[in-house]
């Protein structure tokens, strides 16, 4: 069984920054895709970033590209999300998941229902 723990999330003003982080114990982080996904009240999830095994192709939702960053760091067994310039619209639970997924030619993350591993979400709130 794959776990994963997210953590990072907390309250901050607009034009503000944060990094989350993933961490799954007990297993090789890179052997997975890996996907950041939020979602906030009355909507559904929604996929932010992800990153492909091997780290070939990196996706972004279209209203976070030029503001957020995914990355990975091996050593650690961690997948970040650097987000930057954060605006309220970006207030929700942030997810990160795990698959052994492949994609090519896609300009979005896979559905959320496509992957099999979930951890349990960090609250981000953007406010002034």
């Known amino acids: 069984q794959v776990r994963l723990v997210e953590s990072g999330g907390e309250m901050v003003q607009p034009g503000g920054s944060l990094r989350l982080s993933c961490v799954a114990p007990g297993i090789t982080m890179d052997y997975y895709a890996i996907g950041w996904f939020r979602q906030a009240p009355g909507k559904e999830r929604e996929g932010v970033s992800c990153i492909s095994v091997g780290d070939g192709s990196i996706l972004y939702l279209d209203s976070v590209k030029g503001r957020f960053t995914i990355s990975r760091d091996k050593v650690k067994n961690t997948v970040y999300l650097q987000m930057n310039n954060l605006k309220p619209e970006d207030t929700a639970v942030y997810y990160c998941?795990?698959?052994?997924?492949?994609?090519?030619?896609?300009?979005?993350?896979?559905?959320?229902?496509?992957?099999?591993?979930w951890g349990q979400g960090t609250q981000v709130t953007v406010s002034s």
């Open positions: 998941a795990a698959e052994s997924l492949v994609w090519s030619g896609e300009n979005s993350c896979p559905h959320p229902t496509y992957w099999g591993f």
